[in-house]
């Protein structure tokens, strides 16, 4: 079963229909489960807002939510000592983290560079 944990920033760009916006829901299309932390629809939705857009609601349905039951303290300071990245960036490798012991089983997909650059330091398949 091939999974991926995909970052706002995959999203933003389908729905905006950034450049490489088709080969991007190719891309997302090709996994058999796309999970992501529910930080995610708060960063969509407020994307919208701030482009005057409705909210497409079909983006998040093939997203199945993450939604840890303890506090990511370990996952946070792994990811850290893997290098910097913003509080959401972090939330959202800890989350992926969380999901099991070994992140080369998982595909993190993002458009942020420094946070592809993390994610390949901590063996997550990008």
């Known amino acids: 079963m091939k999974v991926a944990y995909v970052d706002t920033s995959c999203l933003v760009a389908i729905a905006f ?3 490489g916006a088709a080969a991007l829901a190719r891309r997302l299309d090709s996994f058999d489960e796309l999970i992501s932390a529910n930080l995610l629809e ?7 807002v701030r482009e005057g857009v409705e ?3 079909t983006l998040l349905s093939a ?4 939604v840890p039951d303890r506090p990511l303290s370990a996952e946070i300071t792994r ?7 913003r509080g959401a960036d ?10 099991g012991e ?4 998982i595909a993190f997909l993002t458009l942020d560079a420094r946070q ?3 994610a390949r330091e901590l063996g997550f398949e990008t």
């Open 102 to 105: 070994d992140p080369g089983t």
């Open 79 to 85: 990811v850290l000592a893997s290098g910097y990245v």
């Open 116 to 118: 592809l650059e993390v």
């Open 17 to 19: 229909g950034e450049r």
């Open 55 to 57: 909210p497409d609601a």
């Open 42 to 48: 708060a960063e969509l939705r407020s994307a919208f």
């Open 63 to 66: 997203v199945s939510w993450v």
């Open 90 to 99: 972090c939330w959202h490798l800890a989350t992926a983290l969380y999901l």
